[in-house]
């Protein structure tokens, strides 16, 4: 994978035209990637060509609406190149938590009273609210996982205390949004699969920092959000097409039945659509570019290997720069980091990085890097019951940290400097 020294991440961030802002002098340092990413030109590229040369809707005898049906057919195939399915097992919306709410429904209605689903501690509340939801609504039984609160990973032993014959379903996360944990997903879907329950995965946090491939991590539905890898703010579904053919889902009368039609309720946002085909452009750029994969940018033929080499050269180039940002800010004296901060371990997380500062409310400090120009999030960024878990609800959560591939060791060095100086008073 690539390093530090072989990633050309000054070729990479002049393709990002927001890069260039500055805040009252100072270049803007977005270290706010976990709630959105920043998008390269060709995104930004193809949402004005949408909306100025082929606006209308779709499945109409006219030019435009013919192409609208073009670009919707090439949207799905290379979103489902990105996660490994087939354009007929995605389906777009407005965001994860949408989709996930609308599903469930769906999912809800082919259930019995005392049925079990189980959700963790570790997963954003998009990935609990809506199970827990089903409680009312047919009478389900939730079984929690909890979280070992020392590294803010699940903990295994209630996993396997929460699975049993009546489970249906597991709902878990790929990565912690909040901390960047990645949880061994496969091993959990085999757990899953073993008692004849189906598992539907949370990618939203993974997916702008690894490879993903459905069939490998043995998921049966799993939902991200475009906006959060470097697109337009939408969502993305995908499912096995035997669960997704027999799901019960509502929708209008008239609708089409067919995959993916009958899960795409109303008009989508064709001109996200579009902006989301610059992105996997880019991505396929980055994949040739700096990952050494083969073929032409914009082409279906090698389209899945250029989007998995980008994703890989990506995971190499994040995985060096968590060690200077881990180190950097454990360095500084009151500030404790809530998450796996052993070097030997950081495969299993994202260089996404959360911390309190004795004596600073999350939100002060948030505030004072704002000032500086340096975008944190601070809170509990929907992930509820970890926050809970690890006693911070009442005392305002935690800063968050997170890094995408085109942060720099100069952004963390200016990070770090300013924790330093906020932690000094």
Not at 302 to 318: D, F, T
Not at 341 to 358: G, H, Q, Y
């Amino acid at each position: 994978m690539p390093t530090m020294t072989d990633f050309d991440v000054t070729a990479v961030r002049a393709r990002f035209p927001s890069l260039a802002r500055e805040v009252a002098g100072r270049p803007i340092v977005y270290l706010d990637g976990p709630g959105g990413t920043q998008v390269p030109g060709w995104c930004l590229d193809g949402i004005r060509d949408y909306l100025t040369t082929h606006n209308t809707n779709t499945h109409g005898a006219f030019p435009t609406s013919i192409e609208s049906d073009a670009l919707v057919a090439e949207a799905h195939a290379a979103a489902a190149d990105f996660l490994g399915g087939t354009a007929d097992e995605v389906a777009f919306g407005a965001n994860a938590t949408t989709i996930t709410f609308a599903m469930s429904r769906a999912i809800g209605r082919t259930l019995r009273a005392g049925d079990e689903i189980v959700v963790t501690r570790l997963d954003h509340d998009c990935n609990v609210a809506p199970w827990l939801a089903l409680q009312d609504d047919c009478g389900v039984v939730v079984r929690w996982v909890d979280v070992r609160t020392d590294d803010c990973t699940l903990d295994d032993d209630s996993l396997a205390a929460a699975l049993g014959p009546r489970t249906r379903l597991v709902a878990v996360g790929l990565a912690s949004n909040a901390v960047g944990t990645i949880n061994p997903v496969r091993r959990i879907a085999d757990a899953a699969h073993a008692v004849g329950a189906h598992v539907w995965v949370d990618a939203v946090h993974a997916a702008p920092h690894l490879p993903i491939d459905v069939a490998a991590l043995g998921a049966d539905f799993l939902v991200c959000s475009p906006y959060k890898f470097f697109g337009p703010h939408m969502g993305l579904l995908w499912g096995r097409r035997s669960l997704l053919e027999a799901l019960p889902v509502y929708k209008v009368r008239p609708a089409d039945d067919t995959l993916p039609s009958r899960l795409e309720t109303g008009t989508q946002a064709h001109e996200a659509q579009a902006g989301l085909l610059g992105t996997f452009r880019y991505l396929e750029w980055l994949g040739v570019e700096q990952g050494g994969a083969a073929g032409e940018p914009g082409t279906r033929e090698g389209r899945r290997a250029r989007l998995q080499a980008a994703m890989s050269a990506i995971r190499g180039y994040e995985r060096s720069l968590t060690s200077p940002l881990i180190d950097g800010l454990s360095a500084i004296p009151g500030l404790e980091i809530h998450g796996i901060t052993d070097r030997t371990r950081f495969d299993e997380r994202c260089p996404t990085v959360a911390f309190t500062l004795e004596g600073h409310h999350p939100r002060e400090v948030s505030r004072a890097l704002g000032e500086r120009a340096i975008c944190t999030w601070d809170g509990d960024y929907y992930a509820y019951e970890l926050i809970r878990a690890l006693g911070l609800a009442e005392s305002g959560g935690m800063v968050r940290v997170g890094l995408a591939h085109y942060n720099t060791t100069d952004e963390i060095d200016a990070l770090v400097e300013a924790v330093s100086e906020i932690a000094a008073g």
